[in-house]
Nanobody, 123 residues
Framework: QVQLVESGGGLVQAGGSLRLSCAAS????????MGWFRQAPGKEREFVSA????????NYADSVKDRFTISRDDAKNTVYLQLNSLQPEDTAVYYC????????????????WGQGTQVTVSS
């Protein structure tokens, strides 16, 4: 079991940046793959990015590649998502998630979720 708590969301103008954090509880954080998803109003939850245990492998949705960066600090049990060059279409609730074994982009494959943090980008 792992509990996840996101922070760092907010309101930002187009072109701006934010850094989201996800703090995980539990002694086995290093064995989990960590991911970020987002859900805009009226839309399905979608994959944003994921990072393997140890940080050796990352994966990004095409829509955020080259703008967002995922990282993890296993000593702090925390995963981060740096959001740069934000656009209004990035507005959504951003969720942190955890799973074992391999990176998958289907939200249904992630058993552990945080409560989400709102990111709003104004034009």
């Amino acid at each position: 079991q792992v509990q996840l708590v996101e922070s760092g969301g907010g309101l930002v103008q187009a072109g701006g940046s934010l850094r989201l954090s996800c703090a995980a509880s539990g002694r086995t954080f290093t064995s989990y793959i960590m991911g970020w998803f987002r859900q805009a109003p009226g839309k399905e939850r979608e994959f944003v990015s994921a990072i393997s245990w140890g940080g050796g492998r990352t994966n990004y949705a095409d829509s955020v590649k080259d703008r967002f960066t995922i990282s993890r600090d296993d000593a702090k049990n925390t995963v981060y998502l740096q959001l740069n060059s934000l656009q209004p279409e990035d507005t959504a609730v951003y969720y942190c998630a955890a799973r074992r074994l391999t990176i998958v982009q289907d939200p249904a494959g992630w058993p552990f979720w945080g409560q989400g943090t709102q990111v709003t980008v104004s034009s």
